[in-house]
């Protein structure tokens, strides 16, 4: 096997290790106390999961609808679905987050309610908070988007300007029982940062919601509707999202069905049946895109061959340019630049979700040849990165991945793979 076929296998490995099916069959337990079951959910994995959710529930299900990014639709037997826009919210995650607020409510208090989440439901439920609209909101998400912040900074901001994240959908099912399976798109695996935790205890505030657009110098270019509710939530003038100790968390369950770790651990099972001694870095990478990746080429560097760095995690961005990519793109080539002939280091980059920012690639897989066989087509590696537009020069020199929807969302591997 070439050394991109060695890398390409190990993803191939790591989205079969993160299929939701075995997920919910192992964690999704039911018991008689419920007769009535209604199937709510949002994110990119949500119609796979609900599919599988399905089959367990059977007769109980007495309605439900998810939501799912564009692309990622799955024919269900008895639950809704509808489709919206992503990363970036639009008219249709608005319909859809006010259909599941509406179901929620009408649970009765011998119900469960089944929610099925995953990375990307925030953005697929905007459900603004009136005076604030869809566009407003749609504002301060590209903002946030653009300024690297984090996907907690995005999260505390967007749970304080909605009406259904940070806890309030538990809030309109009570009193019915709540049970929330859900996939960790997010290190650490925080309940109230996966799709801005929408049954789950929120500790952010209105004061944390608007340090982020401080710290981000953002707080005098949003919206004038979106400073004044964050000044009303300072004043106590709005209610703030459910905290932890409220009441009506004793009758809501949330677990967490997959993470990162089914990721890496399938990269290092399948590095090792190839030949390449595994060395697991972390599964909580983080950082500048460009500034991670120099760093990973240098540690691969010093890899004692045949051997593979391997890590997940998720970068981010600050967009200063105006080109086109995605946090796994930007990383891929900002190795590339690194890459010499002499290391024989081939490094993959992707997202496990499917897509890798607004594009239709889930990443790369680039070599020492990558710069150069750009630079044959007439692309320049160094510019494409200052004006973040790694997509067209990676289009450019054959590097991108494409993989299509995956119907999983378990963060993004990193692999180096440094050959004898």
Known sequence: ??????????????????????????????????????????????GATAAAAEGIVGGRIAGGFVVVKDGYGTRLRSIETAEAGHPVP???????????LELARSAREDDL??????????????????????????????????SGATIGELNAVR????????????????????????????????????????????????????????????AERVPASVA??????????????????????????????????????????????????????TRELQGEARDVARDFVARARRLEPPACLIAGGETTVTVTGRGKGGRCQEFALAAAL??????RITILAAGTDGTDGPTDAVGAIVDAGSVER?????????RALEDNDAYRFLQTSGDLLVSGPTRTNLLDLYVAVRSA
């Open 1 to 46: 096997m070439t050394p991109r076929d060695v890398v390409r296998a190990m993803w191939e490995a790591a989205l079969a290790a993160g299929d939701v099916a075995p997920l919910v069959r192992h964690h999704l337990r039911l018991d008689s106390r419920h007769a009535r079951v209604l199937i709510l959910g949002c994110g990119k994995a949500s």
């Open 90 to 100: 639009d008219a249709r995650g608005l319909a859809a987050s006010a259909r599941l």
């Open 113 to 146: 309610v089944l929610f099925l989440v995953s990375g990307g439901g925030s953005a697929l439920t905007p459900a603004p908070a009136p005076p604030i609209t869809l566009a407003e909101k749609q504002e301060v998400t590209r903002l946030l988007l653009a």
């Open 159 to 218: 749970k304080h300007l909605s009406l259904f994240k940070g806890g309030q959908l538990a809030r309109a099912a009570w009193p019915a029982s709540v049970l929330t399976l859900a996939l960790s798109d997010v290190i650490g695996d925080p309940l109230d940062v996966i799709a801005s935790g929408p049954t789950a205890p929120d500790p952010t505030t209105f004061a944390d919601a608007r340090e982020v657009l401080v710290r981000r110098g953002l």
């Open 228 to 281: 004044r509710r964050l000044e009303a939530g300072l004043a106590g003038e709005i209610q703030e999202t459910p905290k932890p100790g409220d009441r009506l968390f004793s009758r809501v369950t949330n677990i967490v069905i997959g993470n990162n770790a089914l990721i890496t651990d399938a990269a290092v099972a399948t590095a090792g049946r190839l030949g390449f001694r595994p060395d697991l870095l």
């Open 338 to 343: 690194e890459l010499r002939p002499a290391d």
């Open 374 to 382: 750009g630079a044959a087509a007439g692309a320049d590696a160094r």
